[in-house]
């Protein structure tokens, strides 16, 4: 005979089930507005408001899921940076061609094509997105990102012999600096991209893909030949 209590426990775990599902995927919806706003729009116009319109969601709900804008902001960063460094460990862990530097550059570039939102993102991590969230949301992001640069460095160390113990998350590093200052070069504004088609001012355009894949050759040749 089953019990009352294990009957009733049976009915609730399904709608327990369901319930976190559906904030799972309230949680997605919200995420996905603000990165389609985001790529159409500066950071500081996105307004929480149009968040939760553009989700078809109460504003009220939307602070239910992210307490800030830096929250949803951090959250989205998230979700667009550890999916890419997913990426990355797939390729190291499964591809068996030769291993250079200018073949992870080349890589790395490439990877960033339909990327954008990502360099931006990273771009406002420290001085806007990390001022005005809860201390566990910042601690979180940071013990993950912190095991993440630790798993995917070894295997750039395994791949790449010239890097000594320990520089796989170093260089890392140095790509997330990279990739932020040449970003916030190649990001022109209407007025500046404007005036860089004029011939004797087009040597000021930054190429974000070329001019990243080039920089970090230089990086790494310069780490395999010293």
Do not use: C
């Amino acid at each position: 005979m089953v019990s009352k209590a294990a009957a009733k426990e049976k009915r609730v775990l399904p709608l327990r089930a369901r319930r976190d599902e559906d904030k799972e995927a309230r949680r997605r919806l919200i995420l996905e507005a603000a990165r389609v706003l985001f790529t159409t729009t500066s950071y500081a116009e996105v307004k929480m408001a149009d968040v939760a319109e553009k989700a078809r969601l109460a504003k009220g709900t939307v602070f239910l899921y992210f307490p800030t804008k830096e929250a949803l902001f951090l959250a989205l960063l998230e979700e667009l940076l550890f999916a890419w460094f997913h990426r990355l460990d797939g390729w190291l862990e499964q591809d068996t061609g030769p291993w250079t530097g200018a073949r992870l550059a080349g890589w790395v570039a490439e990877s960033m094509e339909h990327q954008a939102s990502l360099p931006r993102l990273m771009g406002i991590l420290q001085n806007v997105l990390e001022h005005n969230i809860p201390l566990e949301h910042a601690r979180a992001f940071k013990e993950r990102l912190r095991e993440t640069l630790g798993h995917t460095g070894a295997l750039l160390e395994q791949r790449l012999r010239f890097l000594k113990p320990g520089e796989g998350p170093r260089l890392l590093l140095r790509l997330n600096a990279l990739m932020m200052g040449l970003w916030l070069m190649a990001d022109e504004a209407p007025v500046t991209r404007e005036l860089l088609d004029l011939p004797h001012l087009s040597v000021l355009r930054v190429d974000f893909q070329r001019e990243l894949a080039e920089s970090m050759t230089l990086l790494l040749r310069g780490l395999e030949t010293r």
